[in-house]
């Protein structure tokens, strides 16, 4: 019975023969797997897209991608394109919604427009969401209190 473990090999010719075959231990061989720098890159670019596309939806709950250049007026506010474009209120604390609708679509708030509030003197307070990201040049401008 021959012992699997164990392989015959024969010599060649050139060499010197000492016996016709020869002994010799060999183990199996381990296989390795390794990665290349481009998987490696992929896996990355994936990961790192999986994270932007979870974190955006933790961050931004509504809709942030309203192009109807539609003006929609939700109390004394007026959206547009996700940016509050206008205050036409004289509360002394002013609320920005989190969200407008069109068409029952909910779109959050962004963005605040250049010299929103400029002027308003009326205004002691203001509350905004927080998915905010830009306000504009000059918005409280102005604004005595």
Do not use: H
């Amino acid at each position: 019975m021959i012992d699997k473990r164990f392989t015959f090999k024969r010599q060649s010719s050139s060499e010197p023969d000492t016996t016709n075959e020869t002994e010799t231990k060999t183990e199996p061989a381990k296989a390795k797997k390794t990665i290349s720098w481009v998987e490696l890159i992929v896996i990355v670019c994936c990961g790192v897209f999986f994270l932007f596309a979870m974190t955006s939806r933790i961050l931004f709950e509504y809709r942030t991608d309203d192009n109807s250049n539609l003006e929609v007026v939700v109390g004394s506010c007026t959206f547009k394109n996700n940016e509050l474009i206008k205050y036409d209120g004289s509360e002394a604390d002013v609320v920005i919604p989190d969200y407008y609708e069109i068409d029952g679509e909910k779109y959050g708030i962004t963005s605040i427009a250049y010299r929103v509030f400029y002027g308003n003197s009326n205004i002691k307070s203001i509350t905004m969401p927080d998915q905010i990201v830009k306000i504009g040049l000059f918005a409280f401008r102005e604004c005595k209190n």
